[in-house]
Nanobody, 135 residues
Framework: VQLVESGAGSVQAGGSRRLACAAS??????????IGWFRQVVGKEREEISC???????????YYHDSVKGRFTISTDKDKNLIYLDMSGLKFEDTATYSC????????????????????????WGTGVQVTVFS
């Protein structure tokens, strides 16, 4: 699986930015998946921002870090093999390198009490893109 992020750039505080993660490769599948957006600041650990997974009924479940709830939205375009992260109301502290990750997740009955499946590890990663928020 290859993952390539796009959408890097600088944006003024309060503004919006869309990141995209293009997935490809013979191992990539939409039949069962967990895909996450993470970010990392130099000197800090990578943190999960959002995760999306397929659940029963061909539906999707989404998870968000408290710091981005109501501001960021994760979504998929299966026809284009893209995973988006729409960011709005950007703050200076959103400045980071953003990367996407993927794993197959056969358990479509993922218990909600387990939280985001992305926190348990992803198998493939993109190299990341820089988003800088300035005031």
């Amino acid at each position: 699986v290859q993952l390539v992020e796009s959408g890097a750039g600088s944006v003024q505080a309060g503004g919006s930015r869309r990141l995209a993660c293009a997935a490809s490769g013979p191992e990539f599948t939409w039949s069962d998946y967990a895909i996450g957006w993470f970010r990392q600041v130099v000197g800090k650990e990578r943190e999960e921002i959002s995760c999306i997974m397929r659940v029963l009924g061909d539906d999707e479940a989404t998870y968000y870090h408290d710091s981005v709830k109501g501001r960021f939205t994760i979504s998929t375009d299966k026809d284009k093999n893209l995973i988006y992260l729409d960011m709005s109301g950007l703050k200076f502290e959103d400045t980071a390198t953003y990367s996407c990750g993927y794993r197959e997740l056969p358990d479509l009955r993922w218990p909600p009490e387990y939280g985001s499946p992305c926190q348990y590890g992803l198998d493939y990663w993109g190299t990341g893109v820089q988003v800088t928020v300035f005031s």
